[in-house]
T-cell receptor, first 113, second 114 residues
Framework: SQQGEEDPQALSIQEGENATMNCSYKTSINNLQWYRQNSGRGLVHLILIRSNEREKHSGRLRVTLDTSKKSSSLLITASRAADTASYFCATDRSANTGNQFYFGTGTSLTVIP | KAGVTQTPRYLIKTRGQQVTLSCSPISGHRSVSWYQQTPGQGLQFLFEYFSETQRNKGNFPGRFSGRQFSNSRSEMNVSTLELGDSALYLC?????????????FGPGTRLTVL
């Protein structure tokens, strides 16, 4: 079963604007990851944040993690048309013994040129 | 390094048949995971293999099985196909060490069951 939910389900913005999407999850985690998926293709790993980290940056991406609220957010700054894709968060539960990730439902982002 | 490759990319089968999907991980990666993606259920974890052993298993019926070879290549088999098995099947590889890096996904195999 899925671990969590992304919010919003769909987001449409103008090029140059910032996009924020949120992820909530249910159990204790070891780490949380964000992935991007272009239509019908494989997922691309964007960023990993560990449970003892609160914020992480990678280029135009900023991820925050609040373990007390069991939530994370992904901010894409200065968006581009090429950022149009679905974005998923994936959690690695603390109880896991290996690589077993639970994906959220995804946010579909459309960046209008 | 070459990325994760999956074959075939597209497959059409009929109910009751069986199918085998193949995944070649990134060189040096020992962990291979399989996921099923459908519009209704999203991304669901099937199983993970590490050094030829199944290390984790999701909540799928026994019709779904897999294996991993000594070169880390993995196969997934679905027997007695049902219409609901139509999905994008994604394979992901990683070093196997938790929390070090994310998983690297292949392009997927699109399975259609008629």
């Amino acid at each position: 079963s899925q671990q969590g939910e992304e919010d919003p389900q769909a987001l449409s913005i103008q090029e140059g604007e910032n996009a924020t999407m949120n992820c909530s999850y249910k159990t204790s985690i070891n780490n949380l990851q964000w992935y991007r998926q272009n239509s019908g293709r494989g997922l691309v790993h964007l960023i990993l944040i560990r449970s003892n980290e609160r914020e992480k940056h990678s280029g135009r991406l900023r991820v925050t993690l609040d373990t007390s609220k069991k939530s994370s957010s992904l901010l894409i700054t200065a968006s581009r048309a090429a950022d149009t894709a679905s974005y998923f968060c994936a959690t690695d539960r603390s109880a896991n013994t290996g690589n077993q990730f639970y994906f959220g439902t995804g946010t579909s982002l459309t960046v209008i040129p | 390094k070459a990325g994760v490759t999956q074959t075939p990319r597209y497959l059409i089968k009929t109910r009751g048949q069986q199918v085998t999907l193949s995944c070649s991980p990134i060189s040096g990666h020992r962990s291979v995971s399989w996921y099923q993606q459908t519009p209704g259920q999203g991304l669901q974890f099937l199983f993970e293999y590490f050094s030829e052993t199944q290390r984790n298993k999701g909540n799928f019926p026994g019709r779904f099985s897999g294996r991993q070879f000594s070169n880390s290549r993995s196969e997934m088999n679905v027997s007695t196909l049902e219409l609901g098995d139509s999905a994008l099947y994604l394979c992901a590889s990683s070093s196997g060490q938790r929390g070090i890096s994310g998983q690297f996904f292949g392009p997927g195999t699109r399975l259609t069951v008629l």
